[in-house]
């Protein structure tokens, strides 16, 4: 039974290892090519880049034979998503959503969302302040409308050019632990924390620290996704696609 993993997640990554412990099935993870350097286990069949659309997806579906679709882009994938969708219901294949839990605020906690850019930037104020900022490298030049601002700003990948005139550049992969935050925090002198809700475990240790510190949170709310059967993790994933077996 061929599987098609649309990637981009931690859990993507550990349940194409699941499937390849099972014999029934075959996998191809997919992947965006939003970093330079995917991190792609040995031995695992994988490819990167987009298919052209909804009618370049029905098209590799139908030409690789794919029995069923796991949509397990980033939380903020916006298009795709609903490309797979579409395109796996031309092709009459089952689809499900492997989409972990969003972050959600606990005693102690000083959070606000928000629904874009724009509006965490009209929260940090005209008064300069000092800004933790995880959103992505390709998001981050949105905040060169608020230059007064000092930024620490953290990617995977180095964000290129630097559209910011006040920052620290960090290149760093999770996941990271509590005392990596609230030591990057304190040496900063952070007073207001930006990301993206993206939910997980690899970065939820800046959530803590800030928690820890007192630090006021700014989260970017996910996008509208849509409605599909839901996984939460890799091993309900992995049943939905035992369920399918013939």
Not at 210 to 233: D, E, I, N, Y
Request: a neutral charge; proline letters at 8%.
């Amino acid at each position: 039974m061929r599987i098609l993993i649309l990637g981009g997640t931690s859990e993507a990554s550990e349940l194409v290892k699941l499937l390849a412990e099972e014999s029934f099935f075959q996998a191809t993870l997919s992947l965006a090519g939003r970093t330079r350097q995917p991190q792609v286990a040995a031995g695992i069949s994988h490819r990167i880049g987009g298919f052209g659309g909804v009618a370049g997806l029905v098209q590799w579906l139908r030409a690789q034979h794919i029995a069923a679709l796991v949509d397990a882009t980033h939380p903020f994938a916006r298009v795709m998503p609903f490309h797979a969708a579409e395109a796996a219901a031309i092709c009459g294949i089952p689809i499900l959503a492997l989409r972990r839990p969003a972050w959600q605020a606990g005693p102690g906690d000083d959070w606000r969302e928000f629904d874009d850019h724009a509006g965490i930037i009209a929260a940090l104020g005209a008064a300069p302040r000092r800004v933790f900022l995880t959103v992505g490298r390709l998001e981050v030049p949105a905040y060169a409308t608020a230059p007064q601002h000092f930024y620490l700003v953290r990617s995977i990948d180095p964000v290129v050019p630097q559209p910011l005139p006040e920052a620290a550049w960090l290149t760093e992969r999770g996941p990271f632990d509590l005392d990596h935050e609230l030591g990057l925090l304190r040496q900063h002198c952070i007073d207001a924390v930006v990301s993206k809700n993206s939910g997980g475990f690899a970065t939820e240790a800046k959530l803590l620290a800030a928690r820890s510190l007192g630090l006021p949170v700014l989260l970017l709310r996910r996008p509208q996704k849509p409605a599909l059967p839901v996984a939460a993790t890799a091993a309900a994933a992995l049943d939905w696609l035992r369920a399918l077996h013939p």
